[in-house]
């Protein structure tokens, strides 16, 4: 029998808690996530965000043997800092593995396994090319903005126009959410007040 096809909207993993509040408690304070909704009086049930992903903690026996999640995250290094102040069983340090992450595993209270991992680079054969010069003038409080974004994100001015011409080629966007917060933050700073549309009106003072 062929498998029907299945158009799925979300995933989430669930893992099994003794104590909800203590659970929820643990993730948010602990872990650094946010809880969107407990259910039930006490709660048997509740969801736990990291970003926009989330898990499921239901009330039950927990059986931890085998239980990973792995968390594809922007930055590993800053998130392990904040779980290893915060007192959280390191089970794994970070360290580069040979699929492509640079990743770190801990425990939670009831021994479930949590991956976090960035992805790394340079996971590819180099790619030789040639550059060239092409001028280029830019609205200044944009280029301001693409200044401070290239830093941001440990890349050369060049490497990160290329990196967004890039995606643009395929169809994605080249930010992750944390870069997209932190573009907003930039518009303030440098008082961009104008939208995607504007280059149609720009004129040179």
């Known amino acids: 029998m062929t498998a029907p096809d299945v158009d799925v909207e979300q995933h989430h993993a669930s893992l099994a808690v ?11 304070k602990k872990l650094g996530f946010w809880c969107p909704f407990t259910w039930g009086e006490p709660p048997t049930f509740a969801g736990v965000n990291l970003g926009e992903v989330q898990i499921f903690l239901r009330e039950g026996t927990p059986d931890p043997n085998g239980s990973v999640v792995f968390f594809v995250i922007g930055d590993a290094g800053a998130l392990y800092e904040f779980h290893r102040a915060n007192g959280v ?12 992450f640079h990743d770190y595993t801990v425990r939670d209270l009831e021994g479930h396994y949590l991956v976090f991992g960035q992805r790394l ?11 060239v010069d092409v001028p280029v003038r830019l609205e200044k409080r944009l280029a301001a903005l693409l200044n401070d974004l290239a830093a941001h994100k440990r890349m050369s001015l060049t490497s990160c126009l290329e990196e967004i011409l890039l995606h643009t080629n395929d169809g994605a966007g080249p930010h992750t959410k944390s870069d997209l917060n932190y573009i907003q933050k930039l518009k303030a700073k440098h008082g961009i007040d104008y939208d995607s549309h504007a280059s149609y009106r720009f004129v040179e003072e």
């Open 18 to 28: 003794r104590d909800i509040p203590a659970a929820v408690d643990f993730y948010t």
């Open 89 to 100: 069983e390191i089970f794994e340090e970070p360290s580069d593995k040979p699929w492509g």
């Open 121 to 131: 680079q340079q996971t590819q054969p180099p790619l030789k090319i040639e550059r």
